[in-house]
């Protein structure tokens, strides 16, 4: 029967089978975030499945050491998402690989695929770092580049020939022609795109044109 109210309930229908779909295609819908208060996924946890702007009200500020992540996340220092953050997802058994266990007090949902916490947004793999390339500024001489400080999406890059080739290669380089590494850091990025704790870091970093 094709009456008003039937043409009415039928639109209605359909707008609801549009919008429960735009839902399900929002950034960051079904991600969740399991936080530990101790390393290897021990001890109390709580899972968040949303923003959290201050972890105080869930009982868990700075207390978290591991945490399993289903979806991109970015973990932030302070309350409000301020201070040093950190883009993570799978799970990870020790925070302080990322200088952030027992300091993370607020947390949001990226919402992107891909990532793996690496900075450029990928994984791990091929003997170096995934995505688009070094973010340091070279200086550019005759026959060879200079970096003062080379980072990767602002993490410093733990000493090593090998680190500091790829970084050279990422940056559309030859290969590294001489570093210096009596620097220390907190956190640095590692040949292979995983994340280091304190490490030796480079620095005056000489890429070789091609």
């Not at 978290?64 to 220092?77: D, K, L, P, Q, V």
């Amino acid at each position: 029967m094709n009456t008003p109210a039937t043409r009415i309930a039928v639109a209605t229908l359909v707008a609801a089978c549009v919008l429960g779909g735009a839902a399900h295609a929002q950034p960051g819908r079904g991600a969740t975030a399991t936080l530990y208060d101790q390393p290897n996924f021990q001890g109390n946890s709580v899972t968040i499945t949303q923003s959290v702007s201050d972890l105080s009200r869930w009982r868990f500020n700075d207390r978290a050491r591991s945490a399993r992540f289903n979806g991109t996340w970015r973990i932030c220092e302070h309350d409000q998402l301020k201070g040093r953050c950190q883009e993570v997802r799978g799970d990870v058994p020790h925070l302080n690989a990322y200088g952030l266990a027992e300091q993370i007090s607020s947390l949001e949902p990226v919402g992107r695929p891909g990532g793996g916490g690496y900075p450029g947004g990928g994984h791990p793999g091929g003997g170096g770092w995934p995505g688009g390339g070094s973010t340091s500024r070279g200086i550019e001489g005759d026959y060879t580049v200079f970096f003062a400080r080379p980072t990767l999406g602002g993490v410093d890059v733990a000493a090593g020939q090998r680190g500091a080739d790829t970084f050279c290669q990422r940056a559309g380089l030859g290969r590294s022609v001489w570093f210096d590494s009596s620097t220390r850091a907190n956190q640095a990025i590692g040949p292979d795109g995983q994340y280091v704790g304190r490490s030796t870091v480079i620095r005056d970093l000489l890429c070789r044109k091609r």
